[in-house]
């Protein structure tokens, strides 16, 4: 009798014992502490596409005439150094400083005083674009000229340059615009001060890596 007595004890001491964990809160894990993460990143504009309706034709451009079921005028073209394409039946015409457009205009109105045709049936596109360049010279690994297609910062032109020689001055970066000098600080921009020296590029701009 008096082991069943101490039986009876165990066990309503043993779910006493498990009411009294099952009603303690649970115990919520701790979150780590997240901290934003500093950029240095230098923000530029995001590099738009090439609108061939707005852009304006230039030396050593390559276009691409076609006149509908004409083929002694319709072929690819080199714009010369002086601006003028030539064509057959048309002779020469001024192509740089025109937009495709407005030469698609000009080559109409040549073919019109030959035969009749529509205007849908003169198209020139713009194939190879060579007139837009920015120059690198000095203490980088590849120096030489780079075509301009898309809005293009000075440190977005380093990069495509490939970096610097080992004994290049990245403090005194100088930018090229006619007569116009521009200085740029590398070490600054990438530490994400005066970002203002991360000027956009213009067809013609040489930039110097002493």
């Avoid at 852009?55 to 072929?75: F, N, P, Q």
């Avoid at 030539?86 to 400083?97: F, H, K, P, V």
């Avoid at 120096?143 to 301009?148: M, R």
Wanted: proline share 6%; hydrophobic share 45%.
């Amino acid at each position: 009798m008096r082991s069943r007595t101490q039986a009876l004890r165990a066990i309503c001491l043993s779910f006493f014992v498990a009411s009294l964990l099952g009603a303690a809160p649970p115990q919520k894990g701790k979150k780590a502490a997240t901290k934003p993460v500093a950029s240095n990143t230098v923000a530029t504009a995001p590099a738009a596409p090439l609108d061939y309706r707005s852009y304006i034709i230039g030396a050593e451009d390559v276009l691409l005439i076609r006149v509908w079921r004409d083929a002694e005028i319709s072929g690819p073209v080199v714009v010369r150094p002086d601006g003028k394409i030539t064509l057959q039946l048309l002779g020469e015409m001024q192509a740089a400083g025109l937009t495709p457009e407005a030469l698609t205009q000009v080559i109409f109105d040549g073919m019109s005083k030959l035969k009749t045709l529509e205007k849908s049936e003169v198209t020139v596109t713009v194939t190879g674009v060579h007139s837009k360049k920015y120059y690198l010279q000095g203490e980088v690994l590849k120096p030489g000229a780079f075509p301009l297609l898309i809005p293009t910062t000075v440190l977005e032109a380093l990069v495509n340059a490939g970096g610097f020689r080992d004994f290049a001055n990245q403090k005194k970066i100088v930018i090229l615009r006619g007569s116009t000098r521009f200085k740029f600080n590398y070490k600054e921009v990438i530490a994400g001060k005066k970002l203002e020296q991360n000027i956009f590029l213009h067809p013609g701009d040489q930039i110097i890596v002493p």
